[in-house]
């Protein structure tokens, strides 16, 4: 703040100093709140608040000078800044439309919130250079920011604006800004508000200061109340009102004089105004009356006298903010008074407030009356003609403004509330039973709940006396509610009169007629202690130990400790003119929606606990103020108007995959292999977090919901389908219409068990099976050529080796050789049938060794030895491990064969075939000396070789002719 803000004198007179000590001084007898502060954690030691915020699911944002955190009610979370390793300086908070969070920092600059982490905000304008203050939207689709230097910016979308001093703006200078309901934006400034209106190409401002009325120019804070009022907080000016359709500002008396420093933030609840201080904690202010301020400021073992923050949230707590602390408290919905001055209160046994709003309340032999938030708060002792241990347990205002107190045992006291006299009413005045439970009435009729049946009584004309004549009619076990031990009476919207009995259930009376419900209607009870109605005409009654019921005229409904309740014996019940029932019990105060079923609890945790209320302590039927009297004081509760259904603030935070740390929620599809989820979940009631409870379901695997309070659910093994996961989280197990969060995904079918592939792989199978038939086909096929082949082969072998020229040369070699030499003609007669033996044998096979085939030829070349002499030589160089490999039987024979057939043989000229192996093959080579005249051939000798070895599926044999040499080369066969 600059320095022209200490320009006013803060000297305080002493007169003032007395008023402030007076002022203080009567706050100590005032209703208090709860305040509870919470423990932070060590990084948040030594640091300030700058800002809070609640979002729409509910979640509470803290804005500090070490970063922002989330709290969901037992943890404090940093968010971390995406890329960024410092720490920033939250200043602003805001949550748009689209649940986008805002956040701002003091160095001006701006980030997202995305998927746990910030992410920057950088416009291609720029940003600003001053600490952000706030941010708006304005309903058109601009979102604004206020800064403390550069006055204010607003963002289409695409294009960033800047509004300043330059454009008529107050000053530079702007604590916050705020929406009205006309679509404009207020700004606060040290130069008064501003009330600002923009588009691209137009911008409009209209400037509020003290010359319109405003207390003071330097304003640090704006409130909008949702109904056409602006609130305002000044640096000395207090607070004021300004009518956003108007512009009129209106001052309450509380404002006037103010002394109590800067007004920085401010909350508004009903009727009633929280505003924060530097030296008197939260001001409330009623701005309706004239009731002097009440100043909270300590309570037990610790104070807060310097406020900085306020936030209502959507539970009905309030927190605070001070320097280092955090505090939260119950806001003026709910207060507690133990004492009236030196008067402790306790031991209460009936409670009631009047039409003026002067609470009455009896203890022990006492009826005391006050006036809460009067400055004469010191209770007032009604004088009664009775003993000092009588017990007033029922109280009742008539139409005519007297109070009706019933004892037990000592009859009716009817009082006049202006001069305190009262009047006692008993079996002298035709009243036969003292003993008075509970007292009812609408307009004139009087209805009285005893131990001895129930009385009515018909007021006259002289009502307004103290001496009115009262006549009293009874109805009891015989002719009325069907027992004598009457604990309630009430009468509906209906005229209906409504009795609680001890023994007999609920009755009512109707047209005339009595009639009972029991339980042969379904009620687990005989014993009913209070009666009451709802907005929408049901009747509500508690039991003795069967919790509460609610009648519709057609069937009863039971709500017990199983749906939410805290006790199953409730004494006393109220309602108030919107959807809430109240039920007071041992453990504290329950609130029932009963438009979703959900409870408010003001229990053990507020340190209520063991009050055991009587029948008649509550007080405001059909309002939404309450005074409930307790053994150890008066609770104050004040429902907020036009509430929402209260729940917890439940969060999906994190799904992950085998317990690792990344965050899958924003994935909706997971392989097979990632079938082992985890969700991490956390419902905040922020006064009470032990009081949640969790129901968990996966759908598409969980028969049925799963009972928890763990914030961690995981599920293994998950076969592959679809499958949505909820959650849902209530207050002491009551699930009716829980606030509820899912997410859906998918595990992925593995790839073998996926449509494509099942449908590929039955492609592939068919495409298999037909290429296997085809094998087999082409194999028979194959077999086939191969026998043909064979049967060629052999044709031909034979053909070729009985040609008449093969047998008349064979014949001629032995003629020539018989006559020299008898003993060579015999062994070449043995070569000639050996060589055609294995012709024989060979040639049904498919494969023989190259052992078996060089034997073969060696037979050959004796057999052509004999004939060409040393012109014909053959030279054989195969070692013995080749010899073991296979050849398709008569090859070399016939290439042998091929040689002589073709070329010239002579002494000149002698043929040299060689065969000897080169790597994996077999090579037959012969020097090329080719024959003028060939021999009449078939041609098919090396055809059908080159055809084996194809049909057997083996490399191809190859031919080479050069100049000199004709060579073959025969692949060896791996036996």
Known sequence: ????????????????????????????????????????????????????????????????????????????????????????????????????????????????????????????????????TGFASDGRGNFWLSTYGEGLYYFNGRYMYNLNSDDGLSDDYCYTIVPDNLGRIWAATDEGISVCFATEKFKKVEKITTEQGLPDNIVLSLLSSGNGVMWVGMQDGGVCSVNTNNLKTKIPAASVNWKYGPVKDMMIFNDLLWVTSDKNGVLELDPATNRPMVSYHSADNFEFPKVTGLLGDNQGNTWISTNNDLILSTGPGFKQLKSLGKMNLGGIQSILQDHLGNLWYSTEGNLIRFTPGSPELLPRKIQIPLLSHTHIISLYEDTMGYIWAGTFGNGLLRVNPVTGKARLINEKGGLTNGNILAITGKGNDIWLATLGGAYHCLLGEDARTDAAILKFENFNQQNGPGNNYIYSVFIDSKRRVWFG????????????????????????????????????????????????????????????????????????????????????????????????????????????????????????????????????????VEIPRNSPPLNPALQLNRVSVFLGTENYIDRHEFAYNQNHLSFFYNAAWYASPDLVTYQIKLEGYDLDWNNTRDNLATYSNLPAGEYNFIVRAALKGNFSNAVSVSYSFQILKPYWKTWWFISTSIIVFVFIVLLLVRMRE???????????????????????????????????????????????????????????????????????????????????????????????????SIPDEIRQTLIPPLTLQMLIENAIKHNIVSTDRPLKVSIYNKEKHLVISNNLQRKKLVESSTGIGLVNIKNRYKLLGFEMLTIQETLSDFIIQLPLIKP
């Not at 509870?36 to 300030?48: D, F, G, I, S, W």
């Not at 509470?60 to 709290?71: A, D, E, I, N």
């Not at 039991?543 to 400790?561: L, M």
């Not at 003629?815 to 043995?830: G, L, R």
């Open 501 to 636: 009995t001890d023994g007999k259930g609920i009755s009512v009376l109707e047209n005339g007629q009595f009639r009972s419900y029991g339980e042969s209607n379904g009620l687990r009870s005989k014993v009913v202690y209070s009666i009451t109605e709802d907005q929408d005409g049901k009747i509500w009654f508690t039991t003795s130990n069967a919790g509460v019921y609610s009648f519709d005229g057609k069937a009863f409904r039971n709500y017990t400790t199983a749906n939410g309740l805290s006790d199953n014996q409730i004494s006393c019940i109220a309602s108030d003119r919107q959807h809430h029932v109240l039920f007071a019990n041992n453990h504290g105060v329950d609130i029932l929606d009963i438009r979703n079923g959900s409870f408010t609890y003001y229990g053990p945790e507020l340190g209520i606990e063991g009050i055991d209320p009587d029948l008649n302590v509550i007080s405001g039927n059909n309002t939404e103020l309450f005074w409930i009297g307790t053994r150890t004081g008066i609770i104050r």
């Open 778 to 876: 082409s194999r028979i096929k194959q077999k086939e050529n191969m026998e043909r082949e064979k049967l060629l082969f052999q044709f031909q072998t034979l053909r070729s080796q009985v040609n008449p020229h093969f047998l008349f040369n064979s014949f001629s070699t032995l003629m020539s050789v018989i006559d020299e030499d008898k003993e060579m003609a015999i062994e070449y007669v043995q070569k000639l049938s050996q060589f055609f033996r294995n012709i024989l044998e060979y040639r049904d096979k498919d494969l023989i060794s190259v052992a078996e085939e060089l034997k073969l030829i060696e037979t050959y070349q004796y057999l052509q030895h004999q004939r060409y002499g040393e012109n014909f030589i053959m030279e054989i």
């Open 1 to 132: 703040m600059r320095l022209k803000r200490k320009r006013k004198n803060q000297r305080i007179l002493p007169f003032l100093k007395a008023l402030l000590c007076l002022f203080i001084s009567a706050s100590s007898f005032a209703q208090s709140p709860v305040f509870r502060p919470l423990q932070l954690p060590e990084a948040l030691h030594n640091t300030t608040f700058n800002c809070m915020y609640q979002d729409n699911k509910g979640v509470l944002w803290l804005g500090t000078g070490k970063g922002l955190y989330k709290f969901n009610g037992k943890e404090y979370q940093l968010i971390p800044v995406r890329s960024n390793a410092r720490q920033i300086q939250a200043s602003a908070l805001y949550m748009d439309a689209t649940s986008k969070l805002w956040v701002g920092t003091k160095k001006g600059e701006i980030y997202w919130l995305i998927s746990d982490s910030l992410t920057a905000f950088q416009p291609k304008e720029g940003l600003p250079k001053k600490a952000i």
